[in-house]
Each structure stands twice: as C-alpha cells, then as structure tokens.
C-alpha cells in the first residue's frame, strides 16, 4: 500500500511564503511524476505543479514565476515553495505521483493521492 503525506500548510498573509512538503512511502517501484494539485472551496481540483523523474517541470499559469515544485527522489519525496502567496491561492493542496510509465506530458492521471493540507492565504 502506498501512502503520501502532506506537510507545511498553514494560514499567511498576502504576500508571505509557505514550503510544503510530501512523502511517500510503501513498496514504490518507481515514480514517473510527482505534482500539487489544489482545490479551493466551490471549485475544480486544478494542477498547480508537476515535476516528472528527469526534472522537466509543468506550472498552472497563476502560479508561474511564484511556485517552485522540486523533488527528492532519493527519499521520495516532493516539495512545493510558494512565494508571494495571495489570496486566491486558498485552497487545499494535495500531493500525487504516477507510478506507471508516463503516457504523455503532462500525464493523463495520477495513481495515488495525499488527503490534503489547507492553505489559507489572508488579505
């Protein structure tokens, strides 16, 4: 069974800075994409960052030169540094990853999923 679990959520100001993080663990072959994807309250789950194994990175348009999505895969793990944090960026963020062999870029699903952390971004 393979489990994520998200860290590093927290409620800041417009303009501040979080950092979250997510492990993943249980027998994990291996990983061809990790990602953050958010849903804010009344609306769609939205990809907000992907990053695949050889580093090629995808960003939603909103979060484009503020978001930085990285990963460990050492530790399989992947993070996502939010700067400059602003109140639409409000929404619960969830980490997943792709174990199968990536069928287009960016893929077309995730095989497993985190619960959740909340971001609450204040004016």
């Known amino acids: 069974q393979v489990q994520l679990v998200e860290s590093g959520g927290g409620l800041v100001q417009a303009g501040g800075s979080l950092r979250l993080s997510c492990a993943a663990s249980?027998?994990?072959?291996?990983?061809?994409?990790m990602a953050w994807y958010r849903q804010a309250p009344g609306k769609q789950r939205e990809l907000v960052a992907l990053?695949?194994?050889?580093?090629?990175?995808n960003y939603a348009d909103s979060v484009k030169g503020r978001f930085t999505i990285s990963r460990d895969s050492a530790k399989n793990a992947v993070f996502l540094q939010m700067n400059n944090l602003k109140p639409e960026d409000t929404a619960v963020y969830y980490c997943?990853?792709?174990?199968?062999?990536?069928?287009?870029?960016?893929?077309?699903?995730?095989?497993?999923w985190g619960e959740g952390t909340l971001v609450t971004v204040s004016s």
């Open positions: 997943a990853i792709r174990t199968r062999f990536l069928d287009s870029w960016p893929p077309t699903d995730m095989d497993y």
């Open positions: 990053i695949a194994s050889h580093s090629i990175r």
């Open positions: 249980g027998t994990i072959a291996t990983i061809s994409a």
